[in-house]
């Protein structure tokens, strides 16, 4: 089956353009996480969704940095006047369930902000 | 807060030699421990996990030991090859769900 799929794969924008950012989890996953990684850095939580509970915000850097889940499904992370700094890979996660479960990563999605 | 400690950052070793990855984790409450292998241009992906019922657990060459009581956690791979060459994360959760949270990532080079 498929895996975590996200779009797109490279994103270059111009600094204090916006950018929209695209995960589409396993089907039947209930749980969503975004991280950021810059190069050759660990990954930092930005943001985790779980079912209908109100979400995890407690790792996005800014309120230029927001992110929504439809229908329990598929999930925009939405990066507004974008910085230099804003520069990395983002990765998408889910998992079956919140509790105890493998998460599978998707692919990434790299931004560079010129 | 939430911290994940992981050791080294970087480790070279000879093929055939063990590699040991290590963690410390601050929330008392985290009883999930994946580990995880990412290779350069892809995402992570799990390879072995461990829960805070059992103090050990093993998959081939790859073998997870916990210490609930010090919080920390290691990674053991045996007779290491040139393709377990990768970054190495560690993470913990608490088992109700909510944030995976990392270590710093530990680059292993394997030489042949």
């Known amino acids: 089956g498929a895996g975590v799929s996200q779009s797109p794969s490279n994103k270059v924008t111009e600094k204090g353009k916006d950018v929209e950012l695209r995960c589409d989890p396993i089907?039947?996953?209930?749980?969503l996480y975004w991280y950021r990684q810059s190069l050759g850095q660990g990954l930092e939580f930005l943001i985790y969704?779980?079912?209908?509970?109100?979400?995890?915000k407690s790792g996005l850097p800014s309120d230029r940095f927001s992110a929504e889940r439809t229908g329990g499904s598929v999930s925009t992370l939405t990066i507004q006047r974008t910085q230099q700094e804003d520069s990395a890979v983002y990765l998408c996660?889910?998992?079956?369930?919140?509790?105890?479960?493998?998460?599978?990563f998707g692919q990434g999605t790299r931004l560079t902000v010129v | 807060g939430e911290n994940v400690e992981q050791h080294p950052s970087t480790l070279s070793v000879q093929e055939g030699d063990s590699a040991v990855i290590k963690c410390t984790y601050s929330?008392?409450?985290?009883?999930?421990f994946p580990w995880y292998k990412q290779e350069l241009g892809k995402g992570p992906q799990l390879i072995i996990d461990?829960?805070?019922?059992?103090g050990e657990k093993k998959d081939q060459r790859i073998a997870v030991t916990l210490n609930k009581t010090a919080k920390h956690f290691s990674l053991h791979i045996t007779e290491t090859q040139p393709e377990d060459s990768a970054v190495y994360f560690c993470?913990?959760?608490?088992?109700?769900?909510?944030?995976?949270?990392f270590g710093q990532g530990t680059e292993l080079s394997v030489k042949p």
């Open positions: 996660a889910s998992s079956p369930q919140g509790t105890g479960t493998e998460a599978f």
């Open positions: 089907s039947g996953h209930t749980a």
């Open positions: 969704f779980q079912g209908n509970s109100a979400p995890d």
């Open positions: 929330d008392s409450a985290s009883n999930y």
């Open positions: 461990i829960r805070s019922n059992v």
């Open positions: 993470a913990a959760r608490r088992n109700q769900g909510g944030k995976l949270i």
